[in-house]
């Protein structure tokens, strides 16, 4: 499974995630990562279980966010600076969450197929966010990175011309595209 073009995030602080799941994989995310904070392992566990047929069907691969010892119910994990080594490559993609260049060498070094590097502008979907690091600093990443880079936080329609202008393999819009009427739609806007 590749890493491109809309990363979709299913977050449960917007809505049920399953249904936002699914409606992202019909707006054309090629990337679904699932993200429950503060849920017990089972319910994160049963939500990709219920999405996991909707992103197979699709071609979409599912990653489970922090937490590890369920990559072997989606197709991968995507873990934050603070959440423990990478699990064994066998068992999935394997995503980091990074924020600078020695984060990303870090990632890379410890085998990470892809890397999520932001927050690239302010975002609220994150409660102790770092400050933004900007489209310098992205491009920067982009530029020096052996794997794909996910750029997240903060990034809307408008500014997604100038995410992609640095060569960031994938982007993630939350707030936009889960906070608005139809999912979907705004998902195949932000392809």
């Known amino acids: 499974m590749v890493i491109a073009g809309l990363y979709g995030i299913a977050d449960a602080g917007f809505g049920d995630p399953v249904a936002l799941g699914r409606a992202l994989v019909l707006g054309g995310a090629r990337v ?8 017990p392992e089972a319910r994160v566990a049963e939500a990709a279980r219920a999405l996991k047929p ?9 990653l489970i966010n922090d937490h590890p010892q369920l ?4 197709d991968g994990v995507h873990l934050g600076q603070g959440d423990g080594p990478l699990p064994d490559r066998a068992l999935g993609l394997r995503g980091r969450s990074t924020h600078d260049l020695d984060q990303l060498a870090a990632a890379v070094a410890e085998g990470a197929d892809y890397v999520g590097f932001g927050p690239v502008f302010g975002t609220t979907t994150k409660e102790g966010a770092l400050p933004p690091r900007g489209l ?7 530029a020096a990175s052996t794997v794909p880079v996910a750029a997240i936080g903060g990034i809307t329609p408008a500014r997604l011309p100038a995410v992609k202008a640095t060569g960031a393999a994938s982007w993630a ?15 195949r806007a932000c392809r």
């Open 71 to 74: 990559i072997g119910i989606a």
């Open 54 to 62: 909707c992103c197979a069907a699709a071609g979409v691969a599912l």
């Open 32 to 39: 679904l990562q699932l993200r429950c904070k503060g849920w």
């Open 173 to 187: 819009i939350i707030s936009a595209i889960l906070g608005a009427p139809d999912p979907a739609a705004a998902a």
């Open 136 to 142: 310098d600093a992205l491009a920067a990443v982009v």
